[in-house]
Nanobody, 123 residues
Framework: VQLQASGGGLVQPGNSLRLSCAAS????????LGWFRQAPGKDREFVAAIARSGTSRYYGDSVKSRFTISKDNAKNTVYLQMNSLKPEDTAVYYC?????????????????WGQGTQVTVSS
């Protein structure tokens, strides 16, 4: 299983960015995918997750109402639309997949991880 995150970059505060996470390999057993982020010197933080069905979505408190997670089953891709970005959103963003669909906000529940993509919010 491979997860390829992309779409990061440098953006000014208040602007938007969309991250993508393309899954390949044996993805049929996934219960869902999530996004985490890690800023320098800080712990990894839950951002958002979406169940395989797409009907259940979960968000971290710091991104609710600004970020939206979605998925395209035909492309095996999950997206993270990030709006109204703030400097404190600066971090490396990782996508991850889990088999069992529980404790979506706990990083240790995820079985596969992508390589991360850098998001920098700065004027």
């Amino acid at each position: 299983v491979q997860l390829q995150a992309s779409g990061g970059g440098l953006v000014q505060p208040g602007n938007s960015l969309r991250l993508s996470c393309a899954a390949s390999g044996r993805t049929a057993g996934f219960a869902g995918l999530g996004w985490f982020r890690q800023a320098p010197g800080k712990d990894r933080e839950f951002v958002a997750a979406i169940a395989r069905s797409g009907t259940s979505r979960y968000y971290g408190d710091s991104v609710k109402s600004r970020f939206t997670i979605s998925k395209d089953n035909a492309k095996n891709t999950v997206y993270l639309q990030m709006n109204s970005l703030k400097p404190e959103d600066t971090a490396v963003y990782y996508c991850a997949a889990q088999k069992y669909g529980s404790n979506w906000d706990v990083s240790s529940e995820y079985d596969y991880w992508g390589q991360g993509t850098q998001v920098t919010v700065s004027s």
